[in-house]
C-alpha cells in the first residue's frame, strides 16, 4: 500500500508565498523513494490536470513555463518528501495541487491540497 498525503494549501493574497509538502508512505517508497520521478500537478476548475514542476532521481527540477522564476521544488529523500514552494502568486494559480510518483507503469496520486490566490 502505497500513499501520498500533501499539506500546505490555503488562502493566500496576490503576490503571497505557500510551501505544499507531500509524504510519500508505504513499503515501495520506503524502499525505493529516491527512484521516483516527484511531481506536482494542479487542476482549476474546469480545466484539466496540469504539471507544474518534477524532479527525478538525479534531482534536476523541471517547470512548466508558467510557473519559472517563482516555484521551486525539492525533495528530501530521507524523509521521503517532495516539497514545492510557491512565490509571487497570482489568482491563476488557484487549483488544487496534487502529488505524483512516477516510476516505470507505477504511477500514484495524492489526494490533492487546494490554494486559492484572492484578495
Known amino acids: 500500500q502505497v500513499q501520498l498525503v500533501e499539506s500546505g494549501g490555503g488562502l493566500v493574497q496576490p503576490g503571497g508565498s505557500l510551501r505544499l509538502s507531500c509524504v510519500a508512505s508505504?513499503?515501495?517508497?520506503?524502499?525505493?523513494?529516491?527512484?521516483?520521478?516527484m511531481g506536482w500537478y494542479r487542476q482549476a476548475p474546469n480545466n484539466e490536470r496540469e504539471l507544474v514542476a518534477s524532479?527525478?532521481?538525479?534531482?534536476?527540477?523541471r517547470y512548466s513555463d508558467f510557473v519559472k522564476g517563482r516555484f521551486i521544488i525539492s525533495r528530501d529523500n530521507t524523509e521521503n518528501t517532495v516539497s514545492l514552494t510557491m512565490n509571487n502568486l497570482q489568482s491563476d494559480d488557484t487549483a488544487i495541487y496534487y502529488c505524483?510518483?512516477?516510476?516505470?507503469?507505477?504511477?500514484?496520486w495524492g489526494r490533492g491540497t487546494q490554494v486559492t490566490v484572492s484578495p
Open positions: 508505504g513499503s515501495v517508497f520506503s524502499q525505493y523513494f529516491e527512484k521516483y520521478t
Open positions: 505524483n510518483a512516477r516510476r516505470g507503469v507505477g504511477n500514484h
Open positions: 524532479i527525478g532521481e538525479d534531482k534536476t527540477p
